[in-house]
């Protein structure tokens, strides 16, 4: 089926050029006069592509753009009134490019190329994320997050405590506001507190609230977190950091379901569900006489173990296409992609601050990047270094030579390849082995030219 373009345009003379070098390229093509018209012929007939004019009579190009429905496709705007301000106020109103006019048509039909492609590819990873991740905010498609999705819908209508365990930056609290989201409590309040982030002299009184007098700056009466959360959920993260004297008090809760404010001598019924989630072995900390071991059983009714990153690394271009998308608005930029080799790179790298620290490195990567695309050279030197196969084997501990000989042949080659632009006479002779040696390798190694 043809790609389907919308051409939006108040001058006759327009529509006809832009419909001409349009069909030229193989595209389905549909032309109105403005915004109206344009609404109109997108309620009977589908487009993949809209390419409007900013200043039209009736509905002009921003009104067009704030006019289209959720689920639109993308949207080049053109205007002859080129400059910086008028291309920033379209971007910032949701158009994925802008054309000046008069138009060069070698520009025109690269635009509309990759506008088309980004649309292509916003369209696969909504999909995906929509047949393959029941939880939106959660972006994944890998096996081992459809286990976690699985105890997800499993649990989540139950009001016993669950406990997150995994590696810092995998994902903890999206998990527990996901439970949170799919259970009956989803219209409750959701309170999340970070115990290790709290100094110990106010953990309690965050937790449990405080009377007016309790202590020196108690001025009045002030509810606790379990309070805030009542009939909803209360999210613990960093529960391996409180201290022995609150583990004690919220063992009490968990099996009482009351609290006591500090300095008060009342007790008040709650009622809240307890997420927690730690970094730390727990069974250690109780094994050390740092973390009670009643508390520890009684929050480990229903644990689920988040996977580091590395272990889901199918998941990584998924994330990046959607930090991306994320960063293009916020830092008003216009990167299409990530190229094949930068991939490639990230899914090499370990990445021991998990989907935190590919965010990162997405950023970095689309600020530094020169061209339309993040590549390599723009990652941080740390992942780039992962992608040195023969460091990463002799890092590991590896002994075979014949495993790291076939390793250090293949990153040669490569290295030569790419330096000669892969001109492989060239790069026979940078490795000083005949034309025809260097063709089995690149057949033997799979190396593709």
């Not at 529509?15 to 012929?41: P, S």
């Not at 286990?147 to 209508?157: D, E, G, P, S």
Request: charged fraction near 30%; proline fraction near 4%; charge should be neutral.
């Amino acid at each position: 089926m043809r790609q389907r373009i919308l051409v939006v345009d108040d001058e006759e003379e327009i529509r006809f050029g832009l419909t001409l070098n349009l069909k030229r390229e193989g595209y389905a093509v549909e032309a109105v006069e403005d915004g109206r018209a344009a609404l109109d012929a997108l309620a009977l007939q589908r487009c993949d592509l809209i390419l409007t004019d900013l200043v039209m009579p009736r509905l002009d190009g921003l009104g067009l753009l704030k006019a289209l429905p959720a689920g639109a496709p993308p949207v080049i705007m053109m205007s002859a009134h080129a400059d910086a301000a008028t291309a920033w106020a379209a971007i910032e109103a949701g158009a994925v490019d802008y054309l000046p006019k008069p138009y060069r048509v070698d520009e025109l039909r690269f635009r509309v190329r990759r506008a088309l492609e980004r649309g292509a590819l916003k369209a696969k990873v909504d999909q995906l994320q929509e047949a393959l991740a029941p939880f939106p905010e959660i972006i994944a498609r890998s096996k081992a997050m459809a286990a976690v999705f699985k105890l997800i819908t499993k649990v989540a209508q139950y009001k016993t405590t669950v406990l997150l365990v995994g590696e810092s930056g995998t994902g903890k609290e999206l998990v527990a506001r996901a439970l949170h989201q799919s259970s009956e409590r989803r219209g409750k309040p959701f309170v999340a507190v970070n115990c290790g982030a709290i100094p110990e002299a106010l953990l309690e009184s965050e937790l449990f609230g405080h009377v007016k007098g309790a202590f020196t700056d108690a001025s009045r009466d002030r509810r606790g977190l379990f309070e805030e959360a009542h009939e909803g959920s209360l999210f613990l993260d960093e529960v391996g950091e409180l201290p022995l004297s609150l583990q004690v008090k919220l063992l009490r809760v968990l099996q009482e379901q009351q609290i006591r404010r500090v300095g008060d001598s009342a007790e008040r019924a709650v009622d809240v569900r307890i997420i927690a989630a730690t970094v730390r072995d727990l069974r250690a900390e109780v094994a050390a006489g740092r973390f009670r071991e009643d508390l520890y059983y009684r929050l480990n009714v229903l644990p689920i173990a988040l996977p580091p990153l590395r272990q889901r690394a199918e998941d990584i271009p998924l994330l990046v296409e959607h930090f991306i998308q994320g960063f293009n608005r916020k830092l008003k930029l216009e990167i299409s992609g990530a190229s094949a080799g930068c991939i490639k790179v990230m899914m090499r790298y370990a990445w021991p601050g998990n989907v935190r620290e590919l965010q990162n490195a997405v950023e970095r990567a689309m600020i530094l990047a020169e061209g339309e695309e993040m590549r390599e050279e723009d990652l941080p030197s740390r992942v780039l270094a992962s992608s040195d196969r023969v460091q990463t084997a002799l890092a590991s501990g590896e002994l075979s030579i014949k495993k790291t000989q076939r390793l250090i042949e293949e990153e040669l080659i490569r290295r030569a390849l790419k330096k000669t632009g892969g001109h492989r006479k060239q790069s026979a002779e940078l490795l000083e082995i005949s034309h025809r040696a260097l063709l089995y390798k690149i057949k033997d190694y799979g190396i593709e030219p």
